[in-house]
């Protein structure tokens, strides 16, 4: 009998800083190439909001503070065949800034800040509506000192 690949929990985050959304170009399978919230699997024993943090700061070397979850997506892929291959549950976070400066990496080839309204073509499916709702979040939770 087959193997039937399990939903794995997964976490990401959408870092603003001055107005602007921080994005990776994923340097590794699932989806090569293309533009992406950084985040990665959740641990056992961490929270979602927990394991979104440590995503950030291991891929891409910038600590944020995680405001609130801004929605989840499903990424179901299957093989040339049409058989199940991956399934990951993302529970996306909007985030604020906290420090560092965005680094390159073996999980990110290349990083950038990008205005909401204005990402690259190159990106996740669903990434334009999990940062739309990221975006209204973070407005939503803006302190004077945030600003």
């Known amino acids: 009998m087959p193997h039937t690949p399990r ?37 056992p024993g961490e929270t979602l909001a927990q394991a979104a943090a440590r995503e950030v700061m291991e891929e891409v070397g910038v600590a944020c503070e995680i405001l609130g979850v801004a929605g989840a ?16 549950v993302v529970v996306s976070h909007a985030a604020r800034w906290v420090q560092g400066e965005p680094q390159e990496g073996p999980e990110a080839s290349e990083v950038g ?14 990434l334009a509506d999990i940062v739309a709702a990221a975006f209204l979040l973070a407005r939503a939770t803006d302190t004077p000192e945030s600003q």
């Open 7 to 43: 939903p794995v929990l997964a976490t990401s985050a959408a870092v603003f800083r001055d107005g602007r959304l921080l994005l990776a170009r994923r340097g590794r399978p699932p989806s090569l190439g293309l533009w992406t919230l950084p985040g990665g699997r959740v641990e």
């Open 73 to 88: 997506l499903d990424i179901i892929q299957r093989d040339p065949d049409g058989a199940l291959a991956a399934h990951f």
């Open 113 to 126: 800040w990008f205005h909401p309204a204005a990402l690259p073509q190159e990106t996740t499916p669903g």
